[in-house]
């Protein structure tokens, strides 16, 4: 069963000018009411991109809707579950931890205008509004040259194009959620006080790529517990690698500046490793960034998303 970018939602292309994380617990006392809320929403989600898509051609609206482990054995109990949908149990390491957080629904959109990102949450929430709550709220932007809050560009190492999609969607290993996704959602708090400290020969150390023309270091040159060594997966000799989307974020009242990751993936192992690796070999990284949030979300694909609309996972 060959996979079919077309019936995928938007989780491999690119990360958006303008972007917004919305996080939702679902209302656990109403269940049936809410399994055909869900229904409605999967129905209207679709009509809303149509849409807007018609009013706003150049505004190139993305838009990514999952669904967490635990609201799914809610919501469809009888139906079966994606093969790596599990509620996210964090990571550990001798010096830093990622922590799991909940997380029931999840949208991220994205556009190249903010007054279209704002009209797909207005009328979204129209449907979610009443059965839902929302647990964080973040918005993003594109920062100069595609580069994180820290500095140096990102999402180098993505796979681009065509070539991303047999990494982002799932495959005939589970046929019945293929061209689905696994999304990993976490917010990072950065202490740019104290990565400004460093030179830029520190910083770039501590990432393994030059800051300004964003070459790789030599293995000599890069720490090694540099990022981008420490965040790799190369389990049985291999490098496997995610779809990224890292956006930046600030809370200008509260003094945070910060990064929402954002990794799409074929198998979350692959991100689940990469995490692992992250925290066990103390990423350099980590020294100046704080993760706060961590949930893992199933992106159902469109063809999934119109048989949660007619109620068939609900049977």
């Not at 205008?113 to 009443?130: K, P, S």
Request: aromatic residues 12%.
């Amino acid at each position: 069963m060959p996979l079919n970018p077309a019936d995928a939602q938007d989780v491999y292309r690119d990360a958006g000018e303008n972007v917004f994380f919305l996080t939702y617990l679902i209302d656990r006392e109403h269940l049936e009411q809410d399994r055909d809320a869900l229904a409605e929403f999967a129905d209207r989600l679709a009509a809303i991109e149509r849409s807007m898509a018609v009013r706003y051609p150049d505004a190139d609206l993305k838009v990514a809707f999952g669904i967490g482990a635990t609201a799914w054995r809610l919501l469809f109990p009888h139906a079966h579950r994606p093969k790596e949908l599990d509620d996210f149990t964090g990571a550990t390491g001798p010096k830093y931890n990622a922590p799991a957080t909940a997380g029931d629904l999840f949208l991220h959109i994205r556009a190249n205008e903010m007054a279209v990102v704002y009209e797909v949450i207005d009328q979204t929430n129209r449907f979610l509004r009443d059965w839902t709550t929302v647990i964080d709220a973040t918005p993003g932007f594109r920062y100069f040259e595609g580069r994180a809050i820290i500095g140096f560009v990102d999402g180098t190492e993505n796979p681009a194009g065509s070539d991303a999609a047999p990494y982002a969607l799932i495959g005939d290993e589970d046929p019945e959620f293929i061209n689905g996704s696994y999304a990993f959602a976490q917010k990072y708090v950065h202490n740019l006080d104290a990565w400004d400290d460093l030179d830029t020969s520190g910083q770039e150390a501590a990432i393994g790529r030059h800051k300004f023309n964003d070459l790789e270091l030599t293995d000599d040159e890069k720490l090694a517990n540099a990022h981008n060594v420490a965040s790799q997966d190369n389990q049985d000799d291999i490098e496997h690698k995610i779809v990224r989307m890292n956006v930046p974020y600030i809370n200008e009242a509260d003094n945070i500046r910060g990064t929402y990751f954002i990794g799409y993936a074929r198998h979350f192992a692959v991100t689940q490793r990469m995490l692992t690796n992250m925290f066990t070999k103390s990423d350099r990284l980590l020294d100046f960034s704080t993760p706060v949030t961590g949930c893992v979300f199933f992106i159902p694909s469109r063809s999934l998303l119109e048989r949660i609309a007619a109620g068939e996972l609900i049977d």
